[in-house]
């Protein structure tokens, strides 16, 4: 072997292990003991989820001595698991971002045992409760106690022991708990208790917020992307596979030594607060965290009144965070794609216009990066290297090593993954793995960047040398090689060009070849732009471009033809029970979507899509008969727009209208969803907030008076509503309910205006 092989081959070794890059080491601190609390994080590393996104990741369990936010800000904890109170800490100028928000509503709950005679909130004064210093100034917790007129200094908080006999045997009188863990072990002991839940009180907070330093977002916005990604994927795994996701944490993280019937009651629960059915886990609504941020400034829970934009504090995956060099990288300079328009489906030239796979990908790249760029067509190899080599702004598209010689390149990160497929003609079997083609012709492209590794790797494979995939189909039609090997898009794309109605994928193997960007080796802030666009593309991206040119099934090596014959004759006999029936569906339909059309207008307003009075009445009476039967507590608001027949004799009804839209609109983006919020007429609304008390409603009150006098209702005066209060009493009706709310906010009408009146 000469000195020039010897080289070449220490450069191929040299340029694959650059590809292999190395595991980023990375810890996340809980807030918590090891429970399914943090089951996401547990199969994200056990599924070699964090693996697959080259990063080794270290668990931390909670530590009394462990400050979690200062350990994320000062990179002893590079990411973490917090509460609410992470906006205190941004508010008071700690640096965090939150990445997601893993409960949508905090498990976090105050018991005390039904012994205690701790019945009310303000049964708390003078108290002992134990809580972990974070929880102590979590959002939920606090505005729960202050809400209900107790000062914290005037309760007793001792540190919490995370051991719940200290509260079974007296030696504190609350205990800070999850509502995924306590109530199961108290109730498995017939001991009765009280479950205080801010919840129940109108604080609807986050739970489990998943977060790290503005700082490592800014240093390193791929790794933070990579982490979100896994991280999310592991939870959605855990709730998906509760059964397996329990089993794991019983044998692997089981510091406090649950039963796994308890794992799987606290997996139950936190899957609801998690919301993960309805589509929201790890959502960060923007409005709610500034609802949070105005509630503890309105509770007085932070002297720093520090400001922030929302987009500082929350994470956006889809943005791409950029440095200044980059953003005026991206301004000065035009980048040139070159591009092998012989390359179908990853290239395709029809009518001088370019398609294809890689084109499709470098129009989502361009887009997200808003790139001055154009596109050059070269199909000679050497001659697009040469292209690299000489201009800095110039890239291609490649795979693997074979394609990194003679080109004084970096790679990008993985654009996309390809497999290696088999096409055959219909009448062979599906082969499960490449080792079954041993002593069989097969057809593959010689200068195929996969050729000379699948040549070692598979001596036994009698491979022929084609100059092109053309070539390649021609001696499968003329049964000269047993199948081709090829990558399974510009297989798929082939089959479906050619209409070749006798060939079939007969193999999909688990050999993945990784599309990527070459870029010149000296511009290292293009090879990293790219790199922080490509991180973004998410697997719907992929997916929409891959469906687009993968349209080849294979077809499994069974004969299921007496399948097809049954198929087509109850297909016949579908196709006429459905034309006989077409009319009848269609007059049936269109009678239904009248009922529904009729059901609306019954029960909607036009203007504020609101409920209409009727519709209100009739909610407010079934929830008084609920109430008469449950009391739990029912409120009923009642608020009216402050000098709206000025707004429409002097800018208008149109103008007018447009104001109790966007009211309404407000109302109900604050709304939960147990509540219901009707026009009662004119100007005035009602809202009914069931299991609510009247402390609970003044806060609801007080928060949209509030927003909507903060609201800009782009008028040329500052809109703001009246409101009035009452709380159910055992000896009203919806009238004497109604009446006491109408009082209070005429009240405050002829006192002032913009206010909230209890009674």
């Not at 931390?60 to 609410?84: H, P």
């Not at 105005?294 to 950029?322: C, M, Q, V, W």
């Not at 049964?479 to 060009?497: D, E, F, H, Q, R």
Request: with cysteine; aromatic share 10%.
């Amino acid at each position: 072997m000469n000195i020039y092989k010897i080289f070449l081959l220490i450069s191929l070794l040299f340029n694959t292990l650059v590809l292999q890059a190395k595991e980023e080491k990375i810890s996340i601190q809980l807030d918590w003991l090891h429970q399914f609390q943090f089951a996401g994080y547990y199969i994200a590393k056990e599924k070699g989820y964090f693996k697959e996104e080259n990063l080794d990741v270290i668990i931390k369990e909670f530590d009394f001595d462990v400050d979690l936010v200062n350990g994320v800000l000062n990179s002893k904890a590079s990411y973490a698991v917090g509460k609410s109170s992470l906006i205190i800490d941004r508010l008071e100028g700690k640096k965090v971002v939150l990445l997601a928000a893993i409960y949508q509503n905090s498990p976090m709950v105050l018991i005390s045992l039904n012994n205690s005679n701790i019945k009310k909130i303000k049964d708390l004064k003078d108290k002992k409760v134990m809580l972990t210093p974070d929880a102590r100034s979590a959002a939920a917790i606090n505005s729960m106690i202050i809400s209900q007129g107790l000062n914290l200094k005037d309760i007793n908080f001792q540190q919490h022991s995370f051991k719940l006999e200290d509260l079974i045997s007296g030696k504190t009188d609350a205990m800070g708990c999850y509502l995924s863990n306590e109530p199961y072990i108290l109730d498995s002991k017939n001991i009765e208790f009280k479950i205080h839940n801010p919840s129940e009180y109108g604080f609807e907070f986050y739970g489990g917020l998943f977060f790290t330093s503005q700082e490592e977002l800014r240093q390193n916005p791929i790794r933070v992307r990579k982490m979100h990604r896994a991280v999310l994927k592991g939870w959605k795994y855990a709730f998906e596979n509760i059964d397996e996701t329990v089993k794991i944490i019983y044998e692997k993280y089981n510091t406090q030594n649950k039963s796994l019937e308890a794992l799987k009651y606290e997996a139950k629960i936190l899957k609801e607060l998690a919301q993960f059915e309805e589509g929201n886990l790890g959502n960060i609504d923007y409005k709610k965290v500034e609802e949070i941020k105005r509630l503890y400034l309105l509770l007085g829970l932070s002297d720093s009144a520090i400001n922030f934009k929302l987009e500082d504090i929350i994470y956006n995956p889809k943005k791409i965070n950029l440095t200044q060099e980059e953003k005026k990288y991206i301004r000065n300079y035009q980048i040139n794609l070159i591009s092998n328009s012989n390359f179908p489906p990853f290239t395709i030239e029809t009518d001088n216009k370019l398609s294809g796979i890689e084109i499709d990908y470098w129009n989502l790249v361009r887009k997200k990066l808003n790139l001055i760029s154009a596109i050059e067509v070269i199909n000679n190899n050497q001659e697009a290297n040469e292209k690299i080599n000489t201009n800095a702004n110039n890239l291609k598209y490649a795979f693997g090593t074979a394609d990194y010689e003679n080109i004084n390149s970096n790679m990008s990160m993985s654009v996309d993954k390809v497999k290696l497929a088999l096409t055959t003609l219909v009448d062979k079997p599906y082969t499960t793995a490449i080792t079954e083609l041993a002593n069989k012709k097969i057809a593959i492209t010689k200068y195929a960047s996969y050729y000379k590794d699948l040549k070692k790797k598979y001596p036994k494979i009698n491979f022929v040398e084609t100059a092109s995939i053309n070539e390649s189909f021609d001696l499968l039609q003329e049964n000269k090689v047993y199948g081709i090997l090829g990558k399974l898009p510009a297989l798929s794309y082939n089959i479906t060009k050619k209409t070749i109605s006798n060939a079939k994928i007969s193999g999909i193997y688990n050999e993945n070849y990784e599309l990527r960007l070459h870029v010149n080796k000296e511009n290292r802030v293009l090879l990293n732009i790219l790199n922080k666009a490509i991180s973004t593309i998410t697997d719907e991206e992929r997916k929409l471009i891959r469906d687009k040119y993968n349209s080849i099934i294979y077809e499994p090596e069974k004969d299921y033809s007496w399948v097809y014959k049954i198929i087509t004759f109850l297909s016949v006999l579908i196709i006429i029970v459905v034309i006989n029936n077409r009319k009848l569906n269609k007059e049936i339909k269109k009678r239904k979507l009248a009922e529904e059309e009729l059901n609306k207008i019954a029960h909607i307003d036009g203007l504020t899509n609101a409920f209409s009075r009727r519709k209100i009445e009739s909610i407010l009476e079934l929830e008084l008969n609920r109430e008469k039967r449950y009391n739990r507590g029912l409120s009923l608001i009642f608020f009216d727009v402050d000098n709206f027949k000025l707004i429409n004799d002097q800018l208008g009804h149109s103008t007018g209208d447009n104001v109790l839209e966007k009211i309404s609109s407000l109302v109900n983006n604050t709304m939960r969803k147990t509540d219901s919020f009707g026009r009662w007429g004119g100007e005035e609304f009602i809202i009914i907030l069931p299991e609510t008390n009247k402390v609970q409603a003044k806060n609801i009150a007080y928060l949209l008076k509030e927003k909507i006098a903060n609201f800009d209702f782009e008028i040329d005066r500052k809109v703001t509503c009246s409101f009035g209060v009452s709380q159910f009493e055992e000896t009203d009706c919806a009238d004497s309910l109604l009446t006491r709310a109408d009082n209070a906010m005429y009240y405050v009408k002829r006192n002032g205006k913009n206010e909230v009146k209890v009674v």
